[in-house]
């Protein structure tokens, strides 16, 4: 009891218990993400692991002891690489690992019970723990082509663990197939030194990973149509002037789409309110389809969608609008047998020098719109301050 010893196990039974409650808070709120589940699976077990080091004397052997708790490790170890393989949605790691942790833990039952090596028993599982670690980091870094602060800060924090993981396994190593008691005690005071810092500045730059992941979600939103999963008012005015900047700095053309569907509001008081909503979603993943990654499309009003092409000029930006305009003609929403066709009408305009920014092409391709509603509908029209369609086709100056 008056051991130092017993007070570092002490704390690192409840801090291993408190991060399970904190993952299993996490998994419970934040949707119910696998990887929460677990790493509060293996924080359990991590604790309970904890719990049997300060109960050695319940067992009546030793080797039974040894065997408890390294399974328990095993369990957090495998779990711990598990969770973050499915937040990354990694494909090179197999999807169980528990064939490999039984492998790994024959291995120690062989060398604890059946061939005693007292070095390659205790290395076994800090070896482990430093091989998943380098994975759990090399899995963060390349989920995505731009990490943010937090996930370096996580893969930083478990590469460091992984190396102080493996120096104790190559310690433990040393200490030969009879246990010698200087390397023993090498390895006792390096890993009380090293695995309580290491242990919880992984687990709270994890836990700092999954609110920066929450941050991020809460921030999509914020700037998502919740109905039709397309961008909204405010992720157009944030995406549009990032388009806005880049065209101009690149001297490149952008061009804008208003629409939205003709006679909405029959469709809403002929068939009801749910009929509208499924009719917006078919008409915004008619819009979606087929789009480069960096068109930009936006539910702007209850109906209406404005679609940003960057690098397209107005010519383009016609042909454009004029095939939306008969793939949606061609393309009836069916619904609990409902056949629902419908049309809608385009407006279309460019950035031009005397534009401030994005939102005056946006006013201009919606004053278009709206005239090709009052010539007739299911139709696309110029912004007249600009260009002309021809009696051949072709775009010209209006002055032409």
Sequence with gaps: MDSPVYYIIVAMMFASFTLSIIFFMAW????????????SVGFLGATAQWFFNLHSNWFPIQETHWLVVNAFAMVLITLGIRGHCQRTECERLPKNLWPY????????????????HVGISKSLVPAAASVTLFLSAWMIIRHRAVSRAAEWAAAISLVLFGITQGIAA????????????????????????MLPSGYMAMGMFVIFMLASDLSEQMKEIAVRDQLTGVLNRRGLGERGAAAYATSRRNSLPISVIMTDIDRFKYINDEYGHSVGDAALVHFADL???????????ARVGGEEFALVLQGTDLESAMKIADELCSRIEASPMRLDGIELSMTASFGVATVSDKDAGLPDTIIRADRALYRSKRAGRNQADLESSQLMLAADGTLKPVNA
């Design 287 to 297: 819009l979606t389809d087929g789009r480069r990654v960096e068109d930009i499309l």
């Design 101 to 116: 942790a039984g492998i790994i833990y024959t291995a120690i039952v062989w060398t604890t019970v059946v061939d005693p």
């Design 28 to 39: 419970k709120t934040q949707g119910k993400k696998p990887y929460a589940l677990s790493w």
């Design 170 to 193: 190559f310690m433990a190593l040393l200490q030969g197939a009879g246990g010698d008691a200087a390397y023993q005690n090498l390895y006792v005071h390096y890993n009380f030194l």
